[in-house]
């Protein structure tokens, strides 16, 4: 499904990401979020993985160049089936445009509808809670490597999903081909 967005000026779409844009996302997220962010504790539990079915989207400007990416992923939360959402990205000339929330909302709605109940995140509180995130259900929760406890947000699509939720979050997500990700490359 795409959908035609217009935020100030700036048209774009939001649809699900391509194979071909691999390298374009690559190169994307690299502007957008600097040379460490493969060092992340979030990019642990997505290394050698692929998103949850489904629940890959682009935001491509009227020409088609790729201006923004969202991705949701399979993990164990500590018991609970659940989403990581990330990264979230948008070409850094197009920050303030609409495009970060549009996906946001995009994603959010897309994963309602294929029945998940928690999206987690690694992320700014007072960006995210525009979208009903909280540090509040992740507090029983923790990440494998290092992260800062106000930043790992949840939203609960069924209320009370987190309730029994505790522990270490795990990756439960499809697996990479190694081949096509040396091929991509």
Do not use: C
């Amino acid at each position: 499904m795409t959908v035609l967005t217009k935020a100030e000026t700036i048209q774009f779409s939001i649809g699900v990401e391509r194979s071909d844009e691999y390298h374009a996302r690559e190169a994307l997220l690299d502007r957008a979020m600097g040379a460490n962010r493969k060092r992340k504790s979030s990019e642990k539990l997505r290394r050698g993985r692929k998103p949850s079915e489904g629940l890959a989207f682009a935001a491509r400007n009227i020409d088609g160049t790729l201006v923004g990416t969202v991705r949701l992923w399979d993990v164990d939360a500590g018991g609970t089936r659940a989403l990581l959402l990330g990264p979230l990205a948008v070409d850094p000339s197009l920050k303030s445009a609409g495009i970060g929330s549009a996906l946001m909302l995009h994603a959010i709605a897309e994963a309602r509808q294929l029945g998940h109940e928690v999206i987690l995140l690694v992320g700014d509180a007072p960006y995210y809670q525009r979208f009903g995130f909280s540090a509040e259900k992740a507090g029983a929760l923790a990440m494998p490597g290092p992260f800062e406890r106000h930043r790992l947000l949840a939203l609960e699509l069924n209320d009370g999903a987190l309730d029994s939720a505790s522990g270490m979050i795990a990756p439960t997500g499809r697996r990479e081909n190694s081949r096509a990700l040396k091929a991509a490359a």
